[in-house]
């Protein structure tokens, strides 16, 4: 049987945060207390920008996406795009959630949480777009449309991505109209 290995502080202090609470828990577990002034703000888990969830991990998955299109790998470039997809969209709700719990607390918070929440939004929308074109142009309008339309619901009819997806709607023959802003 393998013995447990002790985390380090600085693993300890990530995962709780650097406050008292996580002065207590690691003064509970035997580890002595270190003030969150001692702790490096590279790692601090705000300083961090990288991991599987965050921006920059589902942009790479954009990227990556974007690299498998380039190379006609598209079964490769939908998956890519899907998982992007997804953990924007889980960014975009956990930055949605932070705000409401800010609001009436600390503006600031309450405002920098629903910007992340709009960007993140956004990214994936656009994503969401991508992924819409390349299953029209592999001819597979029936998982296209539906992405289409999620995006009109996300950005509306007057916004230039909701725009492009009505007029991609409009190009497949889903509907007759075309919109005129």
Known sequence: ?????????SQLVGWFGGGVLAAGLLGAMGIPAIAQDAI???????AQN????SVAAADQLVE?????IASQNYPQAIQKLQEARELYN????????LA???????????TSNRRKALETA???????YQLALLYRTQNRPA??????????????????LGQRAYQQLFEMGFVDEPYNN
């Open 143 to 160: 998982e296209a449309v539906p992405l289409f339309m999620e995006i009109l619901r996300s950005q509306q009819p007057t916004r230039d």
């Open 50 to 53: 990288t991991g599987r969830l």
């Open 100 to 110: 409401a719990m800010f609001v009436g607390v600390d503006g600031r918070a309450n």
């Open 90 to 97: 889980q960014l975009s709700t956990y930055y949605q959630e």
């Open 122 to 128: 956004q990214r994936r929308d656009q994503a969401t």
């Open 40 to 46: 490096p703000n590279e790692v601090r888990p705000a």
């Open 64 to 68: 990556e996406a974007s690299a498998a």
């Open 1 to 9: 049987m393998r013995a447990l290995q002790r985390p380090q502080v």
